[in-house]
């Protein structure tokens, strides 16, 4: 959160699915300051918020089914 400003919103939606649930994450931009947007510009924020949120995803499910292959999803600050 540099300058105490929030970059983006994350948001989950956890709903009855037959015998079990189905979850929706999803994320908002919401401010990112210019030199940031130029340099990810060969990496762009979108794919990579997508991949983070598949392993998530991946991990919650694994963990919901009690599977012994969960691992902890990794997460990386930006500073």
Do not use: H
Not at 38 to 55: A, S
């Amino acid at each position: 959160m540099p300058n105490g400003r929030v970059q983006t919103r994350w948001n989950y939606l956890i709903e009855s699915a037959g015998s079990g649930v189905q979850v929706t994450e999803s994320y908002e931009f919401l401010w990112c300051p210019v030199v940031a947007r130029i340099v990810e510009l060969p990496f762009p924020r979108d794919t990579q918020l997508r991949r983070g949120m598949q392993r998530t995803l991946d991990a919650l499910m694994a963990a919901a089914e009690g599977s012994a292959s969960f691992t902890k999803p990794r997460t990386e600050s930006r500073g």
